[in-house]
């Protein structure tokens, strides 16, 4: 009882502090002088691991993002949620997923933190910055909405919540050269038929970049006056692992070494780059080189896996170089940050019956797709130029026609060093890097900052530079409050405060507090981990501290009570199991 009650006024003391650290944070840097405050633009991968990035340890070259690693700072304990839909309601309002009513994916369960599509109590950054004057844009995956027919709702897509500008998916995947639900503004396209961009070859994540080089060009052009918000989800590199040849065969010799080979390379450098802690053990690989019967295949898996993260740093580049056409890099606060762990998933990677396993097959009725026709399918029947898409382990990954996921050897090799993947909460499946570059106000650039931080620090940062306000009421609807802290400090060379830090995906649930980690996987017992000493979760100590799990197990339930987390993983509505909400 005695350390319950004592832990519980440390935890007290500690939200008091973090409420001061911020109000003073406020009252120190905001500056209201709307011309000098800073463009914001978040960019954000997707499936990617932790050290897939050169600057957090990976072999793939990634020379964008690594100069804004050097000339700004680099976090080495930043959490997402661990899926893709919960981060993006996270990320973009401040809030714990489920309290945006996202706390799973896009179906309704009847719940109110699982709903499928943003809620009425809570606001986007875009709605938030709109309202102090900057142009808002969003580039790429939304994801955000279970309504995803042109003729349906839209009350939750992104023109509906504060964007000014939007060209991307209103799905979550899809192929990189035919994207499902591919839209502008409000409105489906063809990416063939679209009078306002025809490259001379669609490639969606070039697409992402190129219009948000437009959204920026045409925003300094139309109203140069004010700042603008850019949020920038590159869909990559997500299967279905997709490039074009030339870009595949740079890395084909490089993955030939194999899991182990690569894996202990990467442990190497991000414990060189002062990332992690040399007293942190490597778990052991999940798969085994040796025991892959096609490693050929393996290898060009993760090549094309490989090629896509280096168009996206490509990309990046070509947005950085709009900015500084326009002289507006020195006041653009950037982010970049992954929106989960490296993905395990096995999209593709077996033989079925329902496609194609071999060579090119043209589709018996449907020689070409017509350039105004829709692609319909996350998972396409057939590419444009009318071939069956293939799966199976003997079809090499990269075409148009191929739909292939990289496979779990080479997740937890881009996880290094931790354990788990996207979907749980252990360290491999939350772990993102975040780089944060602004020349006008990060002092003693290239620091890492070890302090742990969180998406739901971005909206509070957002605000916090924008001089912008967090409303408590919307549209006639009460707003939850914000649940992050401005990283401004952070930038400035200062710590931030500890605090409590959260989570639940699909069963899967863990809390923070300090060097403390308590986590589960779904229907599993409670393990209890010392993140200071072993942040690579090998040595549960959970037996060890039994009132350190009960205590922990209790600020767990009243966050879930009060975060619209609970009933925990609830069934769909419409299947036989689910159970309706009553009153």
């Given at each position: 009882?005695?350390?319950?009650?004592?832990?519980?006024?440390?935890?007290?003391?500690?939200?008091?502090?973090?409420?001061?650290?911020?109000?003073?944070?406020?009252?120190?840097?905001?500056?209201?002088?709307?011309?000098?405050?800073?463009?914001?633009?978040?960019?954000?991968?997707?499936?990617?691991?932790?050290?897939?990035?050169?600057?957090?340890?990976?072999?793939?070259?990634?020379?964008?993002?690594?100069?804004?690693?050097?000339?700004?700072?680099?976090?080495?304990?930043?959490?997402?949620?661990?899926?893709?839909?919960?981060?993006?309601?996270?990320?973009?309002?401040?809030?714990?997923?489920?309290?945006?009513?996202?706390?799973?994916?896009?179906?309704?369960?009847?719940?109110?933190?699982?709903?499928?599509?943003?809620?009425?109590?809570?606001?986007?950054?875009?709605?938030?910055?709109?309202?102090?004057?900057?142009?808002?844009?969003?580039?790429?995956?939304?994801?955000?909405?279970?309504?995803?027919?042109?003729?349906?709702?839209?009350?939750?897509?992104?023109?509906?919540?504060?964007?000014?500008?939007?060209?991307?998916?209103?799905?979550?995947?899809?192929?990189?050269?035919?994207?499902?639900?591919?839209?502008?503004?409000?409105?489906?396209?063809?990416?063939?038929?679209?009078?306002?961009?025809?490259?001379?070859?669609?490639?969606?994540?070039?697409?992402?970049?190129d219009q948000s080089v437009r959204f920026i060009r045409e925003h300094q052009q139309r109203t140069p006056d004010r700042p603008f918000f850019l949020y920038v989800a590159y869909t990559a590199p997500h299967w279905p692992i997709q490039a074009a040849e030339e870009e595949i065969q740079r890395f084909r010799e490089i993955y030939k070494q194999g899991f182990e080979a690569i894996r202990k390379n990467r442990d190497q450098r991000v414990r060189e780059l002062g990332l992690i802690s040399s007293d942190w053990k490597l778990p052991p690989s999940e798969d085994h080189w040796n025991d892959v019967a096609n490693q050929e295949w393996e290898a060009n898996n993760m090549a094309v896996y490989a090629a896509m993260i280096s168009i996206i740093d490509r990309g990046v580049g070509r947005i950085i170089s709009s900015l500084q056409e326009k002289g507006q890099f020195e006041n653009t606060i950037i982010f970049f940050l992954h929106d989960n762990g490296a993905s395990a998933?096995?999209?593709?990677?077996?033989?079925?019956?329902?496609?194609?396993?071999?060579?090119?097959?043209?589709?018996?009725?449907?020689?070409?797709?017509?350039?105004?026709?829709?692609?319909?399918?996350?998972?396409?029947v057939q590419s444009r130029q009318g071939y069956l898409v293939r799966q199976g382990p003997d079809v090499q990954a990269g075409p148009d026609d191929t739909y292939i996921?990289?496979?779990?050897?080479?997740?937890?090799?881009?996880?290094?060093?931790?354990?788990?993947?996207?979907?749980?909460?252990?360290?491999?499946?939350?772990?993102?890097?975040?780089?944060?570059?602004?020349?006008?106000?990060?002092?003693?650039?290239?620091?890492?900052?070890?302090?742990?931080?969180?998406?739901?620090?971005?909206?509070?940062?957002?605000?916090?530079?924008?001089?912008?306000?967090?409303?408590?009421?919307?549209?006639g609807h009460p707003i939850k409050p914000m649940e992050g802290m401005s990283l401004v400090p952070a930038l400035q060379g200062k710590s931030l405060p500890i605090r409590m830090l959260y989570w639940e995906h699909g069963g899967n649930r863990a809390v923070r507090h300090g060097d403390w980690k308590l986590v589960a996987k779904k229907e599993a017992p409670w393990e209890l981990y010392d993140l200071k000493s072993d942040r690579t979760e090998l040595a549960d100590l959970s037996a060890v501290h039994p009132d350190r799990v009960q205590h922990l197990m209790k600020l767990w339930q009243d966050w879930a009570e009060r975060a619209n987390v609970l009933p925990l993983n609830p069934w769909p509505v419409g299947h036989p199991n689910h159970r309706a909400k009553t009153q």
């Open positions: 009882m005695a350390f319950a009650l004592e832990s519980q006024m440390r935890v007290w003391r500690h939200l008091l502090m973090i409420s001061l650290f911020c109000l003073s944070t406020l009252i120190c840097f905001v500056d209201t002088d709307a011309a000098e405050r800073p463009n914001i633009i978040v960019i954000m991968t997707d499936d990617m691991g932790y050290s897939d990035l050169g600057c957090y340890g990976g072999e793939i070259p990634t020379p964008e993002i690594d100069r804004l690693a050097t000339g700004g700072i680099r976090f080495s304990q930043f959490y997402n949620t661990g899926r893709c839909c919960p981060t993006r309601a996270s990320l973009l309002t401040g809030l714990y997923p489920h309290q945006a009513g996202i706390g799973d994916m896009m179906g309704d369960r009847g719940y109110d933190g699982y709903r499928g599509l943003l809620n009425n109590h809570c606001v986007t950054i875009a709605e938030v910055l709109k309202e102090a004057g900057y142009g808002t844009y969003h580039t790429g995956k939304w994801h955000l909405s279970r309504f995803m027919r042109q003729d349906g709702p839209k009350l939750s897509w992104p023109l509906q919540r504060g964007f000014d500008r939007f060209y991307g998916i209103i799905h979550g995947g899809g192929s990189q050269y035919d994207p499902v639900t591919l839209t502008r503004d409000n409105r489906f396209i063809s990416p063939y038929n679209d009078p306002e961009y025809q490259p001379e070859s669609y490639y969606f994540t070039d697409a992402i970049s998933e096995q999209m593709g990677r077996a033989a079925n019956s329902n496609r194609p396993a071999g060579p090119r097959e043209p589709h018996p009725q449907r020689p070409l797709m017509p350039k105004e026709a829709l692609q319909t399918n996350i998972i396409p996921a990289y496979g779990k050897g080479w997740a937890n090799v881009s996880n290094t060093p931790f354990r788990e993947y996207k979907h749980f909460v252990h360290e491999g499946g939350i772990s993102s890097p975040l780089v944060i570059h602004w020349p006008a106000a990060i002092q003693s650039p290239g620091r890492i900052v070890h302090d742990p931080s969180h998406l739901i620090d971005l909206m509070a940062t957002c605000v916090d530079v924008a001089g912008a306000s967090y409303p408590t009421e919307w549209s």
